[in-house]
């Protein structure tokens, strides 16, 4: 199982600030650039004409490493303009009526596409639940991957450096999220679910932008449960009414694992539903579970906190 984006860029980050003298531990990252991947289920959120044009083309690449022992290879994509969803459906057999928005992680920079996007959406559908794999835009970079590195490096340095998030923000994607909500409930009865069982889990950046779709959205827009994997942990106003809320992260993460757990606090003053996991071990960006550590119990451990919650049901949407 790789682990996710986020990761990737914590550890190319550090291996950017460590000294030049010490070459024996620097992990051996590529960036190798491939083409744009065909998506032909994916729906544009926005039509074009009513966004700006791009700055700089949409550039997807394998992120490859090794840390360790352990190898690593995922997809990238970054320059996102045109933000799209794409439907992974289960079978209709095996269908709960459940629907979850997937938000990849990626610093507002990238999107980590295969373990905090796809990976996630088609476990969810072998379990009975649509998952939508959101490509929500992101912050431009330079065009050149060496450029593009660096910038990563610059910006996550700073946030392991701050403990916090630094100038990790986008202005952008939590309307993305917002309107990728809003059309899966739209679809609903194409896709077989149940419009008021529409939620969203995201990853780092993509949990912040799941966040934001609960504190900026209207309370009809707003998902109808949050996961909150490995985002910032310190404290929110929590919207009245707003949905339940499963947060985790890795007490060793290195920009959020020392913040307390505000959040989580706040969800349970403001009287609303909350869970939360923190695991010893995973660092940030373990995605999926990172081998080796009870992080591996992530997925399970969410789809039982939706079915405590009353929104899985066998049967589909009802």
Partial sequence: MSRALTLKTLAAA????????????MPDFKLLPIARPADPA?????????????????????????IGTQHMDARIARNVSYPTITPVLPDPTNATGAAVVVAPGGAFLSLSMDSEGFDVAHWLAAHGIA????????????????????????????????????????????????QALRLVRDGASKWHVDPKR???????AGAMTALQSVLTGEPAARPAFLGYIYGPMVAVDVP????????????DDPLFG?????????????????????????????????????????????????????????????
């Fill in 42 to 66: 994916a729906l544009e959120l926005w039509p074009r004409s009513t966004l700006p044009p791009p700055s700089v083309p949409e550039r997807w690449g394998r992120l490859v490493a090794d």
């Fill in 14 to 25: 550090i291996a950017l600030m460590l000294p030049a003298a010490l070459p024996a531990q």
């Fill in 258 to 318: 020392r913040q307390g757990f505000g959040i989580v606090q706040a969800w349970q003053k403001a009287g609303r539903p909350a869970e939360l996991h923190a695991y010893e071990h995973g660092d940030h960006g373990f995605g999926m579970g990172r081998p080796g550590t009870t992080t591996v119990l992530l997925m399970d451990e969410f789809r039982l906190w939706l079915a405590s919650n009353g929104l899985l049901r066998a049967g589909g949407a009802r």
């Fill in 240 to 251: 009245a009414g707003a949905p339940p809320m499963f947060a985790a992260l890795a007490l």
């Fill in 198 to 204: 529409v939620g969203i889990i995201g990853f780092s």
């Fill in 131 to 178: 998952a939508f794999v959101l490509k929500y835009r992101l912050n431009p970079t330079p065009a050149n991957d060496r450029d593009f590195m660096a910038t990563v490096g610059r910006i996550m340095g700073a946030a392991i450096r701050s403990g916090g998030t630094a100038d990790i923000r986008d202005d952008y994607a939590a309307t993305d999220a917002l």
